[in-house]
T-cell receptor, first 111, second 116 residues
Framework: DAKTTQPPSMDCAEGRAANLPCNHS???????VYWYRQIHSQGPQYIIH???NNETNEMASLIITEDRKSSTLILPHATLRDTAVYYC????????????FGAGTTVTVRA | DSGVTQTPKHLITATGQRVTLRCSPR?????VYWYQQSLDQGLQFLIQ???????AKGNILERFSAQQFPDLHSELNLSSLELGDSALYFC???????????????FGPGTRLTVL
């Protein structure tokens, strides 16, 4: 799976949008970009994933650049409960796969 | 709530002992994955089962074993426990049907194992 790079930490004000960048310059054409988050010692929570097109769900939006070398996760209105470690990973399109999380970005939402 | 359940939530035991962790996947999911998360190593994939059969193996020690039962629940057995086995153990499940494309893994709340 392609390596991803994320900033180690970022702060965000409550109620504002949080934009989390991820670099995946070596991603291959059949690798999806997945985002998970983990709130202190809880199980990782799936947020969103995409291949080429931008995606939106009830939790977040995912913007993938045209060359697919980077992406941005957008939390439109951050709340204190969004404080977590966010992981961006590249996942090979196949019938079976394993996830491997790096250090991620620690997002702290401040009141 | 992801729909994946794990028991027990916490487990404290001594070195040399054996423990069993249990996982029930989301309804309809055929595949179960086990992960270990320790402070210094991040999330490490251990093993995957699909519809009762082992499908993929990661960095799982020989002292560890797993199985998936006909009702699709899974158990992870850890034996001859060492201090270094103290960690969070997560189970995840996904649909992964025949010929399916990449799908999504949903994680359970985890079991915190402490070996004293």
């Amino acid at each position: 799976d392609a390596k991803t790079t994320q900033p180690p930490s970022m702060d965000c004000a409550e109620g504002r949008a949080a934009n989390l960048p991820c670099n995946h310059s070596t991603i291959s054409g059949n690798e999806y970009v997945y985002w998970y988050r983990q709130i202190h010692s809880q199980g990782p929570q799936y947020i969103i994933h995409g291949l080429k097109n931008n995606e939106t769900n009830e939790m977040a939006s995912l913007i993938i650049t045209e060359d697919r070398k980077s992406s941005t996760l957008i939390l439109p209105h951050a709340t204190l409960r969004d404080t977590a470690v966010y992981y961006c990973i590249a996942v090979l399109r196949s019938n079976d796969y394993k996830l491997s999380f790096g250090a991620g970005t620690t997002v702290t939402v401040r009141a | 709530d992801s729909g994946v359940t794990q028991t027990p939530k916490h487990l404290i035991t001594a070195t040399g002992q054996r423990v069993t962790l249990r996982c029930s996947p989301r309804s309809g999911d055929l595949s179960v994955y086990w992960y270990q998360q320790s402070l210094d190593q991040g999330l490490q994939f251990l093993i995957q089962y699909y519809n009762g059969e082992e499908r993929a193996k990661g960095n799982i020690l020989e002292r560890f074993s797993a199985q998936q039962f006909p009702d699709l629940h899974s158990e992870l057995n850890l034996s001859s426990l060492e201090l270094g086995d103290s960690a969070l153990y997560f189970c995840a499940s996904s649909v992964v049907g025949q010929g399916s494309l990449t799908d999504t893994q949903y994680f359970g709340p985890g079991t915190r194992l402490t070996v004293l």
